[in-house]
Each structure stands twice: as C-alpha cells, then as structure tokens.
C-alpha cells in the first residue's frame, strides 16, 4: 500500500489485526473513518453533533467479506452480477472487497481530502475482463463529498453500473419522512412499479429504485435534516431491512434498522454507462 506523501497533522493511518489498513481523520469541522478494504468510509460525525453514518456493532473489518454499513462502492455492477458480465459474479461488484490504495491526503481550508484508487489486476480482470482507473476523492470537511472516477483505460468500451450505497443514521423509523424521491419507483423485495405519492414513510422493510429523484433527497428524521446531494446518478436507491432482514444477517443487530437508513445514488439503469476509451465517468454523492 505505497503513500508517497506524508500524512497531515490530523490523520493517521493504523492496522487492524488483521492487517487491513485504516486511515482516522479529525480536522476542524469532523471525525471520520476510511478503510483501505473497499475504500469504505465507515464513519463520520461533525463535531458537537451526532453521527451521520451508520456501521452495524457487529459489522466484519478483518477483510474477509463485505462490511456493514458505511458507504460501500458498488462497481462496476449493482445487486446481482447482469448477464453482459455473466451472472452468479459476486453481488455488487469486487471494488467493495478489494483493498485500495491510498495515493494523497491532504489539508485545505475547510476540509481534509482523501484521494484513494483502484486499477484492474488479475483477480479484477478474471471477474470483469476490461482495464480501467477507479479514483475516489472523499472531502471530509462539514459536510462529506464523494466522487467516484472510472476511467476507461483499455481498448474497447466498457459498461457499468454502481452506487454510493450510504448507509445514514437515525434517530428511530418512526420519525423518519424522505422526500426528493421522485413519483416512478421500482420495488425489489416485492418485484413491481409503484409512485410514490408524497413524503415516504417508514413502516415495513424498503428495497425501492426511484427512477427519477430529484438531485437533493432530504432526510426528516424528527431531530434534524441529512441532505444527500447526488449527481450524474439515473437513480436513487432506498433500503431498509427491518426485522425480518435484520434477523437474517449475521453482521446486523436484530434491532440495527431502528437506527440505519439507506439512501443510495445509484446507476441502475439496464444499459448502464458506456465510459469509451480513454474517456471517464464520474457519480458524486455529499451528505450534510
């Protein structure tokens, strides 16, 4: 895991027992968490308010398999592998469980910016055969900002599809009203189109793609309101497990979803984003 410049004052980098590295930020405005497996953000919390980003107690950091909570990078497909790239893959793409590098971090004004990447390799081009540059810069300041970069750098198009699946913390589902959806939306727990009429509400486990959100989806939560500002996605996904989800994985609490809420851009679209030769696409997302 080559870094080639010093860290700033208020990072530092650790291991865990594991070996997976971790980088720690607490600048001016917030603390946050980024592990290197999937350059996942884990945490992030604004001084003298309550965190921003969900992780399940009982979420795996060793590496092993994917971690719950925090921002997972779905590339370069969302949910089960699609039959362009031959299905029965690993769900959500291999950025998420693959270890990263750590290229530049650096100090500005008004926040701390994390430059992190990942380039095709063997064990990328047996799962998704094409040769590529994937850049996140992630901007921890008040609030945090990611972009996402896939770069084509081989000799033939290539096709995906992703999501900045942020998983965002709650005070209870009960208080809880998103708005910015958008009416037309997918279901994929009950597989059907529905519209969404108004201010949705949580009342039973959610697995929803909104086709036409609006670029600010705002979360009411009876304490305070999250922004997520999204751009250059064709979708929003939101998710929520309740129970009955809960009870059925492993690295989640049974009550974990009374404090956790997915609001996700997403790229999901069956056609998904052609990125030609040389050329590069980019999906953004920034929570306040």
């Not at 990125?275 to 953004?284: K, Q, R, S």
């Amino acid at each position: 895991m080559p870094l080639t410049k010093t860290l700033p004052p208020h990072c530092s980098l650790s291991h865990d027992v594991a070996g997976v590295p971790l980088l720690s930020i607490d600048n001016n405005y917030a603390r946050a968490q980024i592990s290197l497996f999937g350059a996942q953000v884990l945490s992030y919390q604004r001084h003298n308010a309550s965190p921003s980003i969900w992780l399940s107690d009982k979420a795996v950091l060793d590496g092993s398999k994917p971690i719950r909570g925090g921002i997972p990078i779905c590339w370069p497909w969302f949910g089960p592998s699609p039959s362009r790239v031959g299905l029965g893959k690993p769900a959500h793409g291999f950025a998420r469980t693959t270890l990263w590098t750590l290229e530049d971090v650096s100090e500005h004004e008004d926040n701390t910016l994390v430059h992190l990447s990942l380039r095709d390799n063997d064990a990328t081009y047996a799962l998704w055969p094409h040769r590529f540059e994937l850049e996140l810069d992630v901007l921890v300041g008040q609030s945090l900002s990611l972009v996402l970069n896939t770069r084509n750098t081989g000799n033939t198009p290539i096709i995906y599809n992703a999501a900045l699946h942020s998983y965002l913390q709650i005070s209870a589902p009960e208080n809880v009203s998103v708005t910015g959806l958008g009416e037309p939306y997918t279901g994929i727990l009950i597989p059907q189109k529905g519209q969404q009429l108004g201010a949705l509400e949580l009342n039973g486990a959610i697995d929803r793609i909104y086709h036409q959100p609006e670029d600010r989806v705002i979360v009411n939560d009876g304490k305070r309101c999250i922004q997520v500002v999204n751009g250059n996605n064709d979708s929003v996904v939101v998710w929520t497990p309740w129970l009955e989800g809960a009870r059925a994985m492993a690295d989640m609490a049974d009550d974990g979803y009374h404090t956790m809420l997915c609001i996700e851009a997403a790229i999901t679209d069956d056609a998904g984003v052609t990125v030609v030769p040389g050329d590069e696409h980019i999906l953004t997302t920034l929570i306040r």
